[in-house]
């Protein structure tokens, strides 16, 4: 069986902090991780995976995400949040061809 | 690429009436996923496609829930009867292969509320 835990369904950060979203997974072989981001009244759109390789992934507007087998985690950053960084987060893993999210996290930027 | 397109955005519909959602998928993928979510349930699979054949429909809330894809361009999610609870987002999703490494290409969902 395989999960994803997303520690914090909200978190708050003050403009140009660090952003630090936890995603921990669950899976009895290597995973294949996403982070997907959902704005507003949109779908999910990928921001970054983990597949293969270097374990260190980098993906769109500025965030990346360490895979840690060790720790089974996948730790989403970014180093100075944004005000457009505002929006739902959510974890993912996929095993036998099918992604399962995580509960999503909610991130609000402080001005 | 035009992307996942979900029609309608929004639908606004009557307890008891019939619901159809529309879903094409982008060109070249062959897998097609389609997700309710809602505040207290999240994200929910219903079913998935691959190559226009249901794989998996265990996520399929009740019998008054059915999807087609009769073709790989267009598919369907219908609601017979629709009750209050069925309000949510539902999202419609595709992938190259089955999805495993390539992740999902979502739309932009389409907002039903039974009233």
């Known amino acids: 069986a395989q999960s994803v835990t997303q520690l914090g369904s909200h978190v708050s950060v003050s403009e140009g902090a660090l952003v630090l979203l936890r995603c921990n997974y669950s899976s009895s072989v290597p995973p294949y991780l996403f982070w997907y981001v959902q704005y507003p009244n949109q779908g999910l759109q990928l921001l970054l995976k983990y597949t293969t390789g270097a374990t260190l992934v980098k993906g769109i507007n500025g965030f990346e995400a360490e895979f840690k087998k060790s720790e089974t985690s996948f730790h989403l950053t970014k180093p100075s949040a944004h005000m457009s960084d505002a929006a739902e987060y959510f974890c993912?893993?996929?095993?036998?061809?099918?992604?399962?999210f995580g509960t999503g996290t909610r991130l609000t930027i402080i001005p | 690429d035009a992307g996942v397109i979900q029609s309608p955005r929004h639908e606004v519909t009557e307890m008891g009436q019939e619901v159809t959602l529309r879903c094409k998928p982008i060109s070249g993928h062959n897998s097609l996923f389609w997700y309710r979510q809602t505040m207290m349930r999240g994200l929910e699979l219903l079913i998935y496609?691959?190559?226009?054949?249901?794989?998996?429909d265990s996520g399929m809330p009740e019998d008054r829930f059915s999807a087609k894809m009769p073709n790989a361009s267009f598919s369907t999610l219908k609601i017979q009867p629709s009750e209050p609870r069925d309000s949510a987002v539902y999202f419609c999703?595709?992938?190259?292969?089955?999805?495993?490494?390539?992740?999902?290409?979502f739309g932009s969902g389409t907002r039903l509320t039974v009233v």
């Open positions: 993912a893993v996929t095993l036998n061809e099918k992604l399962t």
């Open positions: 496609f691959n190559n226009n054949v249901p794989i998996d």
């Open positions: 999703a595709s992938s190259r292969g089955q999805g495993g490494s390539y992740g999902y290409t």
